[in-house]
Structures are given as structure tokens and as C-alpha cells.
């Protein structure tokens, strides 16, 4: 089976959806249907003003880190058992939930870690029926994993301290990194360094400023925030992208930014390899990434990834960037991880063939032909078929199918064979997308089959994948 194929209704939603709070509620479809993927199974208050920016920026720092001080601290084995090493620990819930699964919460008890999941439950047509929310145990020593029963339905804990990165409204201008500024209680604080680039991904309708989608505060100890940070720059296969223009950046990087010196420390994200860390972490944000402070150490939740690091970094007297080793602790499971591999590779395969095959109908009918193993244009018209690539929000809002995204970015390693049919496969399908055959299928220009056939003299202008062309005809390969 496949994933489900979002639509720009769906970005309209979750967009008003996270303004409110950064997760759905239960029962909320996910767009238009046609292609699907199997399921397997602390507030404070601003600073006073000052006369000076970094005196700014030092009182707010101090009054948070006073209400921080304040909260209650955790007793028992939490302050006996020692920390985790710094870096990230894969946790299992790809095989224990199915890969629609994304971590939603997390909560430190000493050495082992509680962790809140969230799963997409869907219908036979694979739309999105409900959400389910389960609670776990991980010890990120062993990298084990114990369900420990179901939760009620809750939107995620986030952020809601006195600093805050702002960002212009306007739609950023291609790829390039969008300007912020960081500001604590309404007031500047340090400049951010242009050594970490933020991203602002073309959210289609307009709703938060883009770079609100790609970059996000999860949490403040002291002078230091911590922040989720979008990558990469580009899509793939770029320059020759097009229409992939927002969707495709996932968290890649975690920075602790003193509001005072503008020092900041960077570490990299690893990638995810299930569809659920996918398609809820990407824009426009279904999921965030998980924060929690405990003793002297701070946990970030991204994906199917805990982190573990120390809550002030060592950064005294180093240069404005430091890049921080962010080595894995315990890696996932060989087995799943090929598992997913095959699985992406099987939706990216699937997503090429429905497009190739809507596009043979068109051209077909076009001609005034009817070939054998080739469906009637008039099965798409009526609604009895349905292929991702009729779909006008492909032009209209650079809407893509998610799990087309998630393979073109799947971690396969570079140079390897599947890395290789994943490189042939997303360009036979921007092949197509940006062919003028794709085009006059949209429908947007009332063309005649007449006028179709004559803009290519007559003979089909692309190749299709699983098709050979005769009597000027698409006919399937075999």
C-alpha cells in the first residue's frame, strides 16, 4: 500500500492548526486521497527595560532564569542516576507503533526516559480516521523500549518563554536563508551568527512568517535557548527543483544561543527513517521537537531520535560558532531501517508509475486511441481513478506528495545502489512534472485534442517510464 497524499487543503488546516498550538486534533483528514502507503503496524515574565542591548537582553536572562530556578526540582533516582553521554540514542518506535509513529513528548526519570508517541491511525482509503497517544519508557543506555499503555488525546507542551526569533512576513526569495533577529521581552538581545543559516519554507496559503516553519525556540536554561533549526538549503536536484518549493527541509540541526554574548553551539540532527517522523515534523508542522531539562543535562525529542546534552555548553572563550560533536549513541535497528529503505523506494516507484500512467490516458485520448492496458482519460475525469500528478495543486502551491518528499530524502547512503534507483526514479518524475504534456493535463488552457497533438507535430514529447512509444501511441513496456 502507499501514503497518503496531502493537498493544499490540508497545508490551509494544520497551518491555522499550529498557529493555535503546533498539534491536531483527533479525526482530522489529511487532504485528498489518491495514492496510499501501508500502515505498520515555563512562562516568565519579561524583562524590564534597560539602556542597552546586552543589559537588555542580561536582565530578561536573568528573570528566566530566575522563574526557572524557581519550579520544583526532581528528587529520588533522578539525582542519583547518572546522565546519559552526550549525543543521540534511536528509540524503537518504529517497531513497537508501525512507522506512522513520531515521538510527541519526553520527560526525564533519572535513566530512563518517559516518552509520549504519537500515531496516525487510518482507514482503508488511508485517510487519517484518528490519532492515538501512547506513553513509554526508553533507557537510552540499552536502547530499549516498554510500552507502558495508552494516553488520552493532548496537544504537544511548547515553548512559551520570553524570547522569541523574529522573522519577516514576506515570502523568502528561492533558497536563500531568511534574516532573524532574537529578541527577549519585546526587547534585542544578541545578534545571531550568520555562521547558522536559517531557512523560511513557502508555506502556500500565507499564514506564519515563513521561517516560523523552520526555525523554533523549544526551551531556555538560563542565558541559552535552544532551538530546532530546518534543513537543508536546497531540494534535490537543484537548480532543476521545480515544483518541489517548500516540504522537503526536516530538522537537521539543534543550536544552544546565549541571548547575551551571541555565543551559540551547534550539533547536527540525524535523520529519521519513518514515514510518521516524516510527514508530521516537516512543514507545516504537525509535530515539534521535544525539550526537557534535567540536572545538568537537557533532552531534545526529534522524530524517532533522542538527544541528550549538557544545559549550559562549555563555550566560555571559544569562537561565536562552536559545532559540537553530536556523535550516535545507539543506532536503529539494521532490519527496520532496511525496511523503511524498501519501503521508500516501493512508494517512489508507485508515485512514478501513477504519474506515467495518467499522463499515457492523456496523451492516448488526445489521439483519439484507446490502448489496451492503458485506463480511459474519463476513469480520472469521473473520479473512479485518481493519480497525485492531476492534481492542480501541484501548479497552484507546490503541494507534493509527502511520501515522494520522504523518499527523495530518505538517509540511503551515498552511492549506493538504492541510493542510485532514488536518483533515477525522482528525476524520471521531475521529468514529467515539468514536461508541457504535464501542463496541458492540468487543463488550465482549453486546448482541443487537436491543438495538443499539433504542439508536438503528432508524436508523444517524452519518454514514460514503463511505456514505449508506437504507431505514435504510449503503450505499456509489457
Known amino acids: 500500500m502507499k501514503k497518503v497524499v496531502s493537498t493544499a487543503s490540508c497545508v490551509m488546516a494544520l497551518s491555522a492548526l499550529l498557529a493555535g498550538c503546533g498539534s491536531s486534533p483527533d ?60 549525543g543521540w540514542y534511536a528509540v524503537p518506535i518504529g517497531q513497537v507503533y508501525g512507522d506512522l509513529a513520531v515521538i510527541a513528548g519526553i520527560d526525564p526519570e533519572g535513566a530512563r526516559l518517559r516518552i509520549t508517541v504519537r500515531v496516525e491511525v487510518r482507514n482503508r482509503e488511508g485517510w487519517i480516521a484518528s490519532h492515538r497517544w501512547a506513553a513509554a519508557w526508553f533507557t537510552p543506555a540499552t536502547g530499549a523500549l516498554q510500552p507502558a499503555g495508552s494516553l488520552p488525546a493532548q496537544t504537544q507542551r511548547t515553548y512559551a518563554g520570553p524570547v522569541h526569533l523574529e522573522f519577516s512576513s514576506g515570502f523568502p526569495s528561492g533558497f536563500v536563508p531568511v534574516p532573524v533577529t532574537v529578541q527577549v521581552g519585546g526587547k534585542p538581545a544578541a545578534k545571531w551568527p550568520s555562521g547558522i543559516p536559517t531557512y523560511g519554507s513557502l508555506v502556500n496559503p500565507e499564514s506564519l512568517p515563513p521561517g516560523s516553519w523552520d526555525n523554533v525556540i523549544l526551551g531556555q536554561v538560563g542565558n541559552w535557548i535552544w532551538v530546532a533549526l530546518k534543513g537543508p538549503k536546497d531540494p534535490p536536484f537543484f537548480p532543476h527543483a521545480w515544483p518541489i518549493t517548500w516540504g522537503f527541509r526536516t530538522w537537521d540541526r539543534l543550536v544552544a544561543f546565549d541571548v547575551v554574548t551571541g555565543q551559540a553551539v551547534e550539533y547536527a540532527i540525524p535523520r529519521s527513517y519513518g514515514y510518521g517522523s516524516w510527514v508530521d515534523m516537516v512543514t507545516p508542522n504537525d509535530v515539534l521537537p521535544s525539550f526537557a531539562r534535567e540536572g545538568n543535562r537537557v533532552y531534545v525529542a526529534v522524530g524517532e531520535w533522542v538527544g541528550c546534552f549538557p544545559a549550559v555548553p562549555e563555550a566560555a572563550g571559544a569562537p561565536t560558532v562552536v559545532r559540537a560533536a553530536s556523535p550516535v549513541r545507539v543506532a536503529a535497528s539494521g532490519s527496520y531501517v532496511a525496511q523503511e529503505g524498501r519501503a521508500a523506494l516501493a512508494d517512489l516507484a508507485a508515485d512514478e508509475r501513477q504519474a506515467a500512467e495518467f ?86 488552457l482549453a486546448l482541443t485534442p487537436k491543438q495538443v497533438v499539433a504542439q508536438f507535430h503528432g508524436n508523444p514529447p517524452i519518454a514514460l517510464p514503463g511505456y514505449v512509444i508506437r504507431n505514435h501511441l504510449y503503450v505499456p513496456a509489457s
Open 359 to 444: 499522463l499515457a490516458s492523456y496523451w492516448d485520448m488526445e489521439m483519439g486511441a484507446h490502448v489496451p492496458g492503458v485506463p480511459p482519460l474519463s476513469a480520472y475525469q469521473t473520479g473512479k481513478m485518481r493519480a497525485w500528478n492531476q492534481e492542480l495543486a501541484i501548479l497552484n502551491h507546490g503541494d507534493l506528495p509527502p511520501d515522494l518528499l520522504w523518499s527523495l530524502f530518505f538517509p540511503f547512503p551515498a552511492g549506493s545502489q538504492s541510493d542510485a534507483e532514488r536518483q533515477q526514479m525522482g528525476r524520471a518524475i521531475l521529468n514529467m512534472l515539468q514536461s508541457r504534456l504535464q501542463a496541458d493535463a492540468y487543463g488550465v
Open 27 to 86: 479525526g482530522e483528514p489529511s487532504g485528498a486521497a489518491s495514492v496510499q502507503h501501508r500502515a505498520v503496524s515555563s512562562t516568565a515574565q519579561p524583562a524590564p527595560a534597560s539602556t542597552s542591548k546586552s543589559a537588555q537582553a542580561g536582565d530578561a536572562a536573568q528573570a528566566a532564569t530566575a522563574a526557572s530556578e524557581s519550579q520544583p526540582a526532581r528528587t529520588g533516582a533522578a539525582e542519583v542516576s547518572p546522565a546519559p553521554a552526550v
